[in-house]
């Protein structure tokens, strides 16, 4: 690989069949993978695992890997996650954290807010979190404005070799 400017289609066909494999541990290769790798396409099968897959780890990783690629077409999906009260908090805080990567560039605060989530759950306490309502109220104001600028500009050449619409 080393020396080569692009990675080839194989590779990223392989790796949505590791991400959509029934094996746990295949897919959280394949969706931690795909979020590492330039962004060709794969936004859409990090989206379908993130909301089909039954174990929150792999859920979670999904929404993560979505973030990292930066890709906006990823953000109304996340804020779906992080605006539904019947997802879990650490659903939706990974889902804010996903946003907020996009929104400002890779801030990795996941290990931060993973101590929130387990020894600081009240907003105002030591650490200070806001709640998930009110990061939802922020990250939906942002996207809202934004959101057609961003779309608009995307350029992905989809590893199937079609170009990805804005959705």
């Known amino acids: 690989m080393r020396g ?12 949505e ?8 541990r295949a897919a959280l290769f394949g969706v931690t993978l795909l979020g590492r790798i330039p962004n060709r396409g794969q936004i859409d099968v990090l989206e379908e695992v993130a909301g089909r897959a ?5 859920r979670c990783q999904a929404m ?15 804020l779906r996650v992080l605006g539904s009260p019947k997802e879990g908090d650490y659903e939706r805080q990974t ?18 807010e993973v101590w929130w989530y387990v020894f600081d759950r ?9 709640t998930l309502a009110a990061m939802h109220a ?17 350029q992905v050449l989809d590893y199937r070799n079609h170009r990805s619409k804005p959705r």
């Open 17 to 24: 069949a590791k991400a959509k494999s029934d094996n746990l």
């Open 64 to 78: 993560y890997s979505m973030g990292l690629l930066r890709d906006p077409a990823g953000v109304p999906f996340l």
């Open 54 to 58: 039954s174990d929150k780890i792999l």
């Open 95 to 112: 889902a804010a954290s996903a946003v907020e990567i996009i929104r400002d560039g890779i801030t990795d605060k996941m290990p931060v």
């Open 122 to 130: 009240e907003p105002g306490g030591i650490m200070d979190f806001p």
């Open 138 to 154: 922020d990250l939906s104001a942002w996207w809202q404005a934004n959101a057609e600028r961003l779309l608009s500009q995307r």
């Open 4 to 15: 080569r400017k692009d990675l080839g289609h194989e590779l990223y066909e392989a790796l």
